[in-house]
């Protein structure tokens, strides 16, 4: 057999295999280039997404984020939790005219402590702007018609407690507040917001460790320059 006659028949009979692999080289090739150019567009697409955060933990505009939790928004001073274990006071009282263009404060109480001891606890919200200069403080004034165990009344004189500071949210609270002495349960307190100058509010502190000093009576009250906010009654019976 000459070399021509081998070549033809290599064309005919071994050339068709090479044929076929050549085709399979080709999808090879193909799909190698398909992966690579997906992998591009992906790392092309991340490249923008980083630039146009700065941080990858953070989603660029455009990309959805969840929403807070309902709960945490509509009730950011958390006072709807207490609403089966706290008391809301009967009797409560707010200057309308302050909080005219805002809802209405809400309070929410709890007497615990010793038995014959007890002590007040006060949790609220309100939307109040404080004016420049002025304190918002916290007064307190044992009720002259409820008696204690021994059947002494409250003093009715006026008691000052602490500065309330507000929260972002307008939430304040007044922990353990203890009312008096032993077998003062009985005695009912009134709470009173006020808001009196800084000169005043700083006076309160300085009378409070005077000789002797009981409270501030009915008289004596009515002598400091104010605003009334709101008070509430909470009974210890």
């Given at each position: 057999m000459t070399r021509t006659?081998?070549?033809a028949d290599g064309d005919t009979a071994g050339n068709e295999p090479q044929r076929e692999g050549g085709k399979g080289e080709n999808r090879t090739r193909i799909v190698i280039a398909s992966i690579g150019a997906l992998a591009a567009v992906a790392a092309a697409t991340a490249g923008a997404l980083f630039a146009q955060t700065g941080d990858p933990k953070e989603?660029?505009?455009?990309?959805?984020?969840?929403a807070p939790n309902p709960s945490e928004s509509e009730d950011p001073c958390d006072l709807q939790r207490l609403?089966?274990?706290w008391d809301q006071p009967p009797s409560q009282r707010y200057n309308e005219s302050l909080f005219a263009n805002h809802n209405a404060p809400r309070v929410y109480t709890q007497v615990g402590g010793p038995a014959r001891s007890p002590e007040i606890s006060v949790k609220g919200?309100?939307?109040l702007n404080i004016p420049a200069g002025q304190v918002?403080?916290?007064?307190t004034r044992p009720d002259p018609d409820s008696k204690d165990e021994f059947g002494h009344p409250g003093s009715g004189r006026f008691y000052p407690g602490t500065p309330v500071s507000l929260t972002s949210s307008g939430c304040w609270e007044d922990n353990n507040h203890s009312v008096g002495y032993p077998?003062?349960?009985g005695i009912s307190e009134t709470y009173l917001l006020v808001l009196v100058g800084s000169d005043q509010a700083a006076k309160?502190?300085?009378d409070r460790k005077a000789k002797n000093w009981d409270g501030y009576s009915a008289?004596?009250?009515r002598a400091i320059t104010k605003i009334d906010v709101m008070n509430f009654h909470v009974s210890t019976s």
């Open positions: 006659e081998a070549g989603p660029p505009n455009g990309i959805s984020v969840a609403a089966d274990s919200q309100m939307s918002l403080y916290l007064i077998g003062v349960e309160f502190p300085a008289e004596d009250w």
